[in-house]
């Protein structure tokens, strides 16, 4: 009976070795994957704060071009309030021309101004010409010149 109570022993030794194999085996494993984890928790929280300090650099380059953005459109919409100035007084004055050539005689000297450039009115300043207006016909006839 000592005999069969030792070997049962023994078995039950022999199990709880192999047993602590197994488990020396997978704890073994779950460290290294816990040094892998750790490492990839440390590379998503690099990639984190890249895209943190990326994400903030491209909000100031937006803002900084939204504001550039507003400043031009301000512009373009100063010239184009600008250009439909400029085309109403040329619309008027179009329409004064007509009505001075046939209606009224002491205005035609501005109606034969606006037909033959080259003579220039007595007044070096007209008050129905912006400056902006004065430099477009200045570029215009420049222009008219070159070509």
Do not use: C, W
Request: aromatic letters at 8%; hydrophobic letters at 40%; charged letters at 20%.
């Amino acid at each position: 009976m000592e005999y069969i109570l030792n070997l049962a022993i023994i078995t039950l030794l022999i199990i709880a070795i192999i047993y602590a194999m197994i488990l020396n085996y997978r704890l073994n494993s779950f460290k290294e994957g816990k040094k892998e984890i750790s490492k990839t928790i440390y590379a998503f929280n690099q990639v984190v704060q890249n895209a943190e300090t990326t994400l903030s650099q491209l909000q100031k380059s937006t803002q900084n071009i939204a504001e550039q953005l507003k400043i031009e459109i301000q512009k373009a919409s100063l010239l184009r309030d600008d250009l439909v100035l400029i085309l109403d007084k040329n619309a008027q004055k179009n329409s004064e021309k007509n009505f001075t050539s046939h209606h009224v005689p002491y205005l035609q000297n501005k109606a034969s101004f606006a037909q033959n450039p080259s003579k220039k009115p007595s007044s070096n300043v007209d008050i129905y010409q912006s400056d902006a207006e004065k430099e477009l016909y200045q570029a215009l006839q420049r222009l008219k010149g070159a070509s």
